[in-house]
């Protein structure tokens, strides 16, 4: 059986403008390469965000579902919210309302996983 793989968290800067984005983008960029990268993207601190921001979540959500992996958002500021949800890119993503909830999410689809496939198994 396969082991579990860490979640990491990562705060997502003030200022999601196109230096900004960019940073971030090159900050995150070795965690989105790694063999099924499970990654929260914590908001909270967000008080622009601005279409270079949006591009680099998107690509980063990209990089990460290309390694088998994930990007889920957590802790939107209310600026976030707002703009995420103005261009319709909140659809994309899975948000939560912690990091802790995000992160809990990836463990809980394993074991339902294998349930249902249990039951499966018993039901032939």
Same mark, same amino acid.
């Given at each position: 059986m396969e082991t579990s793989r860490p979640v990491l968290v990562k705060r997502v800067p003030e200022h999601m403008n196109q230096r900004e984005a960019q940073r971030f983008l090159a900050d995150v960029r070795p965690l989105l390469t790694a063999d099924r990268p499970q990654l929260v993207f914590d908001l909270s601190q967000v008080r622009q965000l601005d279409v270079a921001g949006i591009e680099v @979540?998107?690509?980063c959500m990209s990089m990460a579902m290309r390694k +088998?992996? +994930?990007l889920k958002l957590a802790s939107l500021s209310d600026h %976030? %919210? #707002? #703009? @995420?949800e103005l261009t319709r890119t +909140? $659809? @994309?993503f899975e948000i939560y309302d912690t990091s802790t909830d995000a992160a $809990?999410?990836?463990s809980s689809f394993l074991p339902n996983t294998l349930r249902r496939q249990n039951q499966m198994r018993l039901a032939a």
């Open positions: @979540l998107m690509q +088998d992996g +994930d %976030a %919210a #707002v #703009v @995420l +909140d $659809r @994309l $809990r999410s990836y």
